[in-house]
């Protein structure tokens, strides 16, 4: 499975837009880039999926080139509770396999 | 709809107790997973089922085992509790088997404390 790579904190103010970037260079043609968001005390939550280009929902956009050995998650305009940790995973459902790295921890500021 | 529930939601072990975290899901998942989670760190798969009747070493599968019950229920076994198992445990499920890329979702944990 897809190894990824993520800085391992941010910090960000009030109505700023934050993007988060994750590497995944060997990528396999059929993995699909999924982001979770975890509060303290909380199990992870799904945030955004997308396979190319790019991707968007009510919460959050997700970017992705063409060669997709990377991906940004783009959060608009933060607020203080968004202070959490964002993880990257790369893998296909089908896999049944699924691995956290260490994840970003954003802080974000009044 | 309750999703993944997990019990108990706390536990403190002495050294060498055995215990068995319980994990429940409504969503007629087929595959469910066991991570943990230690202080300020990532999520770690212990072990997984990718579907009923079958399951799998994940990372990090020593000192652990699991039962898969049914479709719905997942277990996780301590046999002899080790302070290195303190951690939080997470239990998740995801639908699969012809429906690609649905998320995992993940219950609210359980906290273990290892003396």
Redesign the interface.
Known sequence: LAKTTQPISMDSYEGQEVNITCSHNNIATND?I?W?QQFP??????II?GYKTKVTNEVASLFIPADRKSSTLSLPRVSLSDTAVY?CLVG???F????????TKLNVKP | NAGVTQTPKFQVLKTGQSMTLQCAQDMNHNSMYWYRQDPGMGLRLIYYSASEGTTDKGEVPNGYNVSRLNKREFSLRLESAAPSQTSVYFCASTSSLGQNNSPLHFGNGTRLTVT
């Open positions: 699909y999924t979770y005390s909380q199990g992870p939550r799904f999926q993880y296909l459902n089908n049944n396999k699924f691995y956290f790295g260490s994840g």
